[in-house]
């Protein structure tokens, strides 16, 4: 579809959740960590 090539731009939001600035927002993936997960955290 589009035939896109790497990157690919991460430009579709699934969900908007708004963060403080003292917040970050941690990605886990599967292949480096137990499970895909999202996790919002204290700085």
């Known amino acids: 579809r589009g035939h ?5 731009r991460a430009d ?7 963060t403080s600035e003292n917040e970050i927002v941690r990605v886990e993936l ?3 960590d137990d499970e895909n ?5 204290e700085k």
Request: with cysteine.
């Open 12 to 18: 579709y939001v699934g969900k908007n959740v708004p």
């Open 37 to 41: 997960r999202v996790i919002i955290c």
């Open 4 to 8: 896109r090539e790497l990157p690919i």
């Open 30 to 32: 599967i292949e480096t």
